[in-house]
């Protein structure tokens, strides 16, 4: 590990021995409020924003554009997402990752200042290119100072950090909207990213690197243009056009021909993009597989549950998001006891199949909901959910760092982001496609000409609009949104199957770094290297 003495700068001078080494542990618990408050920005932006986008659309109107206020956002930041990986792997995470974040405030304090919804969008890609290089740097930046055996201990720390930005995101982007206007969702950004920046500047000191080769821009054109035709399938399929529609159809040849020859260059570059001597890890690959169905799983679940509980069981907006906290506290309570023990032992592959097995089973039970399902039964369904997210969360990250070189970090941290995003992203539209093909055919089946005609432009009414029908429509709404989220969550089940299988074949090899003994008598004789482990040891 020899990137691991990069903590030690975080204390200029410090050597075991000297007395400057009591400074170090305080030194990473700021640069990890610093990761933290960075990868609150990537993970709270997009909710803030939903809340506002009614207010927004009110001001700059452009309503037919609405979606691609999330579109450019969402785009920018999956093309992105590989690039910012491989850029910290050849230059030094450091100073990437701080222009990753100066791009991002940028992008925000632009899209504060749109004068119209062309401007907004456009802004929204520039922040978006930004956030791409948000998570990659936090996971990448773990991973360069804390070695995987103690990595487990902050686990729980990210998975906070997700669970508050999920439950919070709406909260806090209807309160700054209603109080202070919408521009402020984006403004609230430049406070916490220059809080984030002035820490990491002051007190993050890894080793400078100077690439030799040169940026494969063929690798990444190829890469971005199959991610943006990939993206935009999963976004437009059965919502702007029909998935038989022949733009869809030529976004899918696009996107096939521009990832096959992606795969194809990546053999013969010299310094590619995604190298793919990585996936020849058997447990990299499988992270990955898993990666991919956690994000398909987590963004339908977050998506269509929160609808069942406002159009089913009668929460507000504001409550169907209280009413996730079942999922997410037990996802943040088991993923702290899953780092816990990962540190304390060393061993990991027992979360993966077990979280595979609980998100399977609780998929299943939320399939079972219908009508009648009380908002406790439901609240247990999502504990299991949440029980098995919280064992897959950060485990997939972990393990994947954990099977490549240090070199590699950044693109490793990078893919496993992309896998996730996109995963959410085929998630999100394959459930979302089941969902109103559903819950159209049974309002059709229920309410006959009216129910057609009621969800003709969507498939999901909000709470004003639900409270215009006359009864029989409403009454045949709520069951037309239960039968569509047996469907979806049905799927997500059968989906969470391959994650299980997946687990079953991860390999248990030891996790790199030392545990607390080893620590205190390193094998190799370097005293110096388990000067610089044993202070993250004690951080926590």
């Not at 990537?42 to 009110?58: E, H, K, Y």
């Not at 309570?333 to 032992?345: K, N």
């Not at 393990?399 to 490793?412: H, I, L, R, T």
Request: contains cysteine.
């Amino acid at each position: 590990m020899a990137d691991i003495p990069g903590v030690r700068a975080d204390a200029p001078g410090a050597r075991a021995g000297d007395g400057s080494g009591a400074r170090q542990p305080r030194s990473v618990r700021v640069v990890l409020l610093a990761l933290m408050i960075a990868m609150m920005l990537a993970m709270l932006d997009n909710m803030i924003i939903g809340t506002a986008m009614p207010t927004i659309v009110g001001e700059l109107g452009g309503l037919e554009h609405l979606s691609w206020v999330v579109t450019s956002y969402t785009l920018a930041t999956a093309a992105s997402t590989p690039l910012w990986g491989k850029l910290g792997d050849m230059y030094g995470r450091k100073g990437v990752f701080m222009t990753s974040i100066v791009i991002f405030l940028i992008g925000s304090a632009l899209s504060g200042m749109a004068q119209d919804m062309g401007q907004l969008i456009g802004f929204r890609a520039v922040q978006g290119l930004g956030a791409g290089g948000l998570m990659v740097g936090v996971m990448a930046i773990i991973g360069d100072l804390i070695p995987p055996r103690e990595r487990g201990k902050y686990q729980g720390m990210m998975a906070g950090v997700m669970a508050l930005a999920m439950i919070g995101g709406p909260l806090v982007g209807g309160t700054i909207t209603d109080h202070w206007g919408w521009r402020w969702s984006f403004y609230i950004n430049l406070p916490l990213g220059a809080v984030a920046l002035v820490a990491i500047s002051a007190v993050l000191h890894l080793p400078k690197k100077r690439g030799q080769a040169r940026i494969d821009y063929l690798g990444a054109a190829l890469l971005t243009v199959g991610i943006t035709a990939i993206v935009l399938v999963t976004t437009w399929g059965g919502t702007e056009y029909a998935w038989t529609s022949a733009r869809i159809m030529e976004l899918i040849g696009i996107g096939v021909a521009a990832l096959v020859g992606f795969v194809f260059w990546q053999t013969r570059a010299a310094e590619p993009v995604m190298p793919l001597h990585i996936f020849r890890s058997r447990n990299f690959t499988l992270m990955s597989l898993i990666g991919f169905i956690v994000g398909f799983v987590m963004f339908g679940a977050t998506l269509f549950l929160p609808l069942y509980q406002q159009a089913v069981q009668g929460a507000s907006a504001t409550n169907s998001g209280l009413l996730l906290l079942p999922m997410l506290g037990a996802m943040l309570v088991t993923s702290i006891v899953a780092g816990r023990v990962t540190t304390s032992t060393g061993r990991y592959k027992i979360f993966p199949v077990v979280g595979g097995a609980l998100m399977t089973v609780g998929l299943y039970l939320l399939s079972l909901m219908d009508t009648d399902t009380s908002r406790f039964t439901s609240g247990v369904y999502m504990a299991v959910v949440g029980l098995g997210m919280g064992c897959l969360m950060q485990i997939t990250m972990l393990v994947a760092q954990n099977s490549v070189e240090m070199k590699d970090m950044g693109v490793a941290s990078s893919s496993t982001t992309l896998f996730r995003t996109l995963g959410s992203s085929f998630g999100v539209a394959i459930m979302g496609a089941l969902f109103n093909h559903r819950v159209q055919d049974v309002m059709a089946e229920k309410a006959g000409a009216l129910g057609s005609e009621v969800t003709e432009q969507s498939a999901q009414l909000d709470a004003a609009s639900l409270a215009k029908l006359p009864e029989a429509a409403r009454v045949a709404y709520q069951e037309a949104v239960s039968s569509g989220t047996h469907g979806a969550f049905l799927l997500g089940a059968v989906v969470a199957v391959v994650a299980l299988v997946a687990a079953v074949f991860v390999k248990e090899v030891p996790l790199k770094g030392a545990g607390p003994k080893a620590a205190d008598a390193p094998a190799d004789g370097d005293d110096s290297a388990a000067a610089a482990k044993a202070p993250v040891t004690e951080a926590v």
